[in-house]
């Protein structure tokens, strides 16, 4: 069984929808469309999800910690699907510290393929649990943010609280 939540976000004025499921957190929505957000994660995991804030209090109170500048390290157990060099790329993504960026680059060769530095853009682009695994610390090597699916102004935020950037 899948749960999700919707929540606001204060600092960005937006809100976000997380869901998980027994094994972990396994996608989070950086939109507040619930209709979308139930899509997309058919879509992902191809189950049901159930409405629930009380199953997901706790990741939504390391979110919320970290956009007030109080946490630093989620503590929360995650879900990806697949095993996949997008999967690796994931992992990799989630050792990345907090206040340090890396480049594409450099995430596709910690992944295990150092050509595949489109695989490892696409792996950000569509990593279902941002934030939790940080894609906003991938930037492109001359410097430049590069994307984000929460759109680059939210990613020069959390880098600029993160004194990434």
Do not use: W
């Amino acid at each position: 069984m899948i749960y999700y939540t919707k929540f606001k976000v204060p600092q960005l004025g937006r809100s976000f929808i997380i869901a998980g499921n027994s094994k972990g957190i396994c996608y989070v929505a950086l939109h507040g469309n619930e209709k979308k957000f139930l899509k997309e994660l058919k879509d992902y995991l191809g189950d049901e999800a159930t409405k629930s804030a009380i199953k997901l209090s706790g990741a939504v109170k390391q979110l919320l910690e970290y956009f007030s500048g109080k946490r630093k390290v989620f503590n929360l157990r995650v879900f990806l699907n697949g095993r996949t060099f997008r999967t690796k790329a994931l992992v990799q993504l989630s050792k990345i510290k907090y206040g340090k960026t890396i480049s594409y680059s450099e995430l596709a060769r910690r992944a295990g393929n150092k050509k595949a530095i489109r695989a490892a853009a696409s792996a950000c682009a569509n990593n279902p649990i941002p934030i939790i695994i940080p894609c906003q610390r991938v930037i492109a090597k001359d410097g430049s943010l590069g994307g984000f699916g929460g759109g680059l102004n939210m990613k020069r935020k959390m880098l600029t609280m993160e004194k990434a950037i």
